[in-house]
């Protein structure tokens, strides 16, 4: 797929999230006008506010963008950028985002730096956008990971232990822990691969669900269908039941970069998976976190590969050749 060109007075529309990361928000934005009009550009913000409909924002700003030729810019963390990529999947416009928030999982895969300068640079000296494959749950994307089970109970956790302790991995890891130290339901799913004539089907039990969109995420974790996520497929894993202080190691493998290897986790590359939660789930919505951010949809859920793709402003393919692994593995 071709490239997509991006004049070079294109205007700037940036989707900003007051409280993502733990940047100050003003000074970010003075970077942002600083650079802007030193290039002779034009810049609009549109600044969410605690109380604000981020969707309702992201699709207004994509509006713009579209109609003026612009270039749409999300700035903030995993959540901020995940709705502006949901606004602006299909419309055929230039994509940026200026990472601010813990993980930053999706701009770190494609080299767009973490500092505010860098990356504004970056994005004003760009005439090209490249395309990057979007996963879908349903009618929502996910750019990073979708899941059910105990990963959704894990971020809102994480989500709570920050508003009482500020942003922090360190803050983020503790609840991770706390969470697979209490008590947890397993589901029962039924999956159903690939679609037509060659679809195959299982039931599996499980405490999670987790479909992975990332490469540099699946390769910190271990996982061998890591490269398939920019070959057009994405990679599920699920864990077999086990007692806390088994899970508690898993996690440990995890974070070891080992997790593929263990013989209590279900791993496996799909284009398309029908996911129907077993009764008494699937009576009701079922809790599904998308890049981080909790949505409540109706059964069956069907993971897929958006049929087109974002145009992403970032560094040249060439530099996507570098090993992820040398970059920063936090997690």
């Keep these: 797929m071709q490239p997509f ?8 529309f940036v989707v900003m999230n007051a409280a993502s990361g733990s940047q100050d928000t003003q000074t970010v934005k003075g970077v942002i006008e600083h650079e802007v009009h030193r290039a002779g550009r034009s810049v609009f913000f549109r600044m969410i506010e605690p109380g604000q409909n981020l969707t309702q924002v992201a699709e207004r700003a994509v509006k ?3 109609e003026h030729h612009g270039v749409i810019v999300a700035a903030g963390g995993d959540g901020t950028i995940n709705a502006v990529a949901q606004a602006a999947l299909g419309h055929g416009c230039a994509f940026a985002v200026l990472p601010q928030g813990t993980f930053n999982y999706f701009g770190r895969t494609h080299h767009i730096p973490t500092d505010a300068t860098e990356a504004i640079r970056l994005l004003l000296n760009a005439r090209e956008a490249y395309p990057v494959q ?8 996910f750019l990073v990971n979708a899941s059910l089970g105990l990963y959704p109970e894990l ?12 942003r922090s991995r360190l803050v983020a890891m503790w609840a991770g822990l706390r969470t697979l130290l209490h008590r947890h339901r397993h589901l029962r799913l039924k999956l159903q691969l690939g679609n037509g004539m060659g ?14 969109n990332n490469q540099l995420q699946l390769e910190q974790l271990g996982m ?6 920019t070959q057009g497929q994405l990679a599920a894993i699920a864990v077999k039941p086990q007692p806390t202080w ?13 997790l593929g290897e263990a013989d209590e986790v279900i791993n496996f590359p799909l284009k398309e998976m029908v996911v129907t939660p077993l009764v ?3 009576r009701r919505r079922v809790k599904v976190a998308t890049d981080g951010e909790i949505n409540w949809l109706t059964p069956p859920l069907r993971f897929t590969v958006a049929s087109t793709p974002l145009n992403l402003v970032c560094p040249t393919p060439e530099a996507f050749e570098q090993p992820h692994m040398q970059q920063s593995t936090g997690t």
């Excluded at 679809?199 to 992975?212: C, E, M, N, R, W």
């Excluded at 061998?224 to 996520?229: C, G, M, Y």
């Design 5 to 12: 060109e991006i004049h070079r007075y294109a205007p700037l």
């Design 64 to 66: 713009q963008a579209v």
């Design 134 to 141: 979007v996963g879908l749950v349903n009618d929502k994307v």
């Design 155 to 166: 971020l809102e956790e994480r989500e709570a232990a920050k508003q009482a302790h500020g």
């Design 199 to 212: 679809a195959s089907q299982q039931t599996i039990k499980t405490p999670t669900l987790f479909v992975g």
């Design 224 to 229: 061998p269908e890591a490269p398939r996520v």
């Design 246 to 258: 088994r899970m508690l190691w898993l996690a440990l493998r995890g974070a070891m970069g080992r």
């Design 280 to 282: 008494p789930m699937g």
